[in-house]
């Protein structure tokens, strides 16, 4: 934990100190506004320069990022991304081009776009893909208005649900409810797996599609895939993909072959931008042929050498006003180009390696409910930890003592006390060795000292906060003590 000094502005604040020296006044100088309009209350901090300068230094040191530690936040895929690939994306050629400019002064963006469309659809061993979408929940909603477009274009106007398995991401059903659609659940068998039987009994020609989370929400790659997809296709509905996570199935399986007719990628969680913080996105879709003229606009095709921005014949239109968020596109491709297909599948590779490697060094010490071959999460839960009066809340409050982020907790919902793991594919065994051990020291402190985990945290510049308050009646004024 960081303990330096960290300042205050209104401890410094002193009467007359400034920070800034202007220039004597060679211009006309004009009138304030009248006294009365002018705010009172707002009676700025007057500090030096140097000690401006070090309080906000000092607050953006108690940021913690994935470039100051291990963030095994779940479902998030925090993970280290390349310095260079943020480098290429502001070459002056990408970064100073503008969404108004004459397309035919950029036919390099164009072409990288339309490359990018080429490798993603391989990647996901589809037909066609658009990048249009600027976030994971974007792309769902996109698949699913074609989902709805598909349909009537057939007349099938009848099928207005889609299910949804229980352990889905929370955005699947929020997507499908905006979309219009009623959603009907479907629950997970004792293995953590769609429950087949139920998926027989409501699949039916009202199902307009079924959403599935590969891999799911556990961490789990649902082996009955190829039978899912045959109960939903007979029954004429369409298999929807939720990719978010591809790091686990890169270079390894592809979605087209597990019979999906659309997935969307997030780009921010896999390919070189990072995730979380409120960043810009991307949340391109891949499609089947039957799902490709209604793909949203724009798409880059090519024409002999030529690249140009087409509207796809029966489009559901545009997401946004231009084209996307270009700089996450060109570091998706810098990303995909620099690793080669080779790479790729390491990737995959070490992100399964290291969830396996904690779920197998920290079973011993918290409840694994779905004890088998996890994919790049690992989901435990605290049940017996909460048996002792340890919540799992306290326990992601004390690992923030030990210098780590704590893992997702309480998502998925299938799961009591839930304990979300996400170490990613680009950490080192000896980080993953020093968290298994705090975890595991943890789990000792339950036995120990339980007041110690239901105070944490007790390193860090605020405590525990009022999480609910925080995000309701968020304070972002600064006042005068
Ligand atoms: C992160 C995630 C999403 C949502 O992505 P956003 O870009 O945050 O909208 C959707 N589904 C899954 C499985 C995810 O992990």
């Known amino acids: 934990m960081n303990k330096s000094k960290h300042y205050l502005l209104p401890d410094i604040s002193q009467p007359g100190k400034i920070g800034c020296r202007l220039p004597e006044l060679d211009v006309p100088a004009v009138e304030l506004p009248p006294r009365e309009l002018l705010r009172q209350e707002l009676a700025l901090p007057e500090v030096s320069e140097t000690e401006l300068v070090r309080y906000f230094t000092s607050l953006s040191r108690r940021n913690y990022g994935v470039d100051t530690g291990f963030y095994p936040l779940g479902s998030c895929t925090m993970k280290y991304n390349p310095k260079w690939h943020e480098n290429i994306a502001r070459f002056p050629g990408f970064q100073e081009i503008h969404p108004c400019q004459p397309v035919d002064t950029v036919p390099g963006a164009l072409q990288l776009m339309y490359e990018l469309q080429e490798l993603l659809a391989e990647i996901t061993g589809m037909n066609a893909a658009s990048l249009a979408p600027m976030a994971g929940a974007q792309g769902e909603l996109a698949g699913l208005l074609m989902v709805k477009a598909y349909h009537r274009s057939r007349g099938e106007n009848r099928r207005r649900k889609i299910l949804v398995p229980d352990s889905a991401h929370g955005t699947n059903p929020a997507t499908a409810t905006m979309c219009g659609f009623e959603v009907n659940t479907i629950p997970s068998n004792g293995d ?15 199902i307009a599609a079924l959403t599935l989370t590969m891999p799911t929400t556990l961490g789990l790659f649902d082996p009955q895939i190829a039978e899912i997809s045959n109960i939903v296709h007979e029954k004429g509905g369409l298999l929807i993909g939720d990719g978010a996570n591809l790091n686990s199935l890169l270079g390894k399986v592809k979605f087209g072959d597990l019979g999906f007719d659309c997935v969307q990628l997030n780009l921010h969680k896999t390919f070189s931008t990072p995730h979380g913080g409120g960043g810009p996105g991307a949340g391109p879709v891949c499609v089947k042929s039957n799902l490709a003229d209604f793909l949203p606009s724009p798409v880059v095709s090519k024409d002999k050498r030529e690249y140009q921005f087409a509207k796809p014949s029966a489009s559901i239109g545009r997401l946004g006003a231009a084209y996307g968020n270009f700089g996450v596109m060109v570091k998706a491709y810098a990303y995909i180009r620099s690793l080669g297909a080779e790479g790729l599948k390491e990737v995959s590779e070490n992100a399964v390696l290291n969830a ?116 309701r009646k968020p304070n972002l004024r600064w006042k005068m003590r």
């Open 356 to 471: 396996n490697y904690i779920k197998e060094k920290l079973k011993p010490y918290y409840h694994l409910p779905y004890d088998r071959t996890c994919l790049h999460e690992v989901v435990f839960s605290g049940n017996k930890q909460k048996a002792k009066g340890v919540t799992t809340l306290d326990i992601a409050k004390r690992i923030l003592d030990y210098g780590f982020h704590p893992p997702t907790i309480y998502f998925p919902q299938v799961v009591e006390e839930a304990i979300m793991i996400e170490p990613t594919e680009t950490e080192s065994k000896e980080t993953l060795d020093a968290f298994i051990k705090a975890m595991i020291e943890i789990a000792g402190e339950v036995d120990k000292e339980p007041e110690l985990l239901h105070n944490a945290p007790h390193s860090t510049p605020v405590r525990r906060l009022d999480e609910v308050n925080a995000a």
């Open 192 to 206: 953590g797996n769609l429950d087949l039987v139920s998926l027989t009994r409501l699949m039916n020609e009202d």
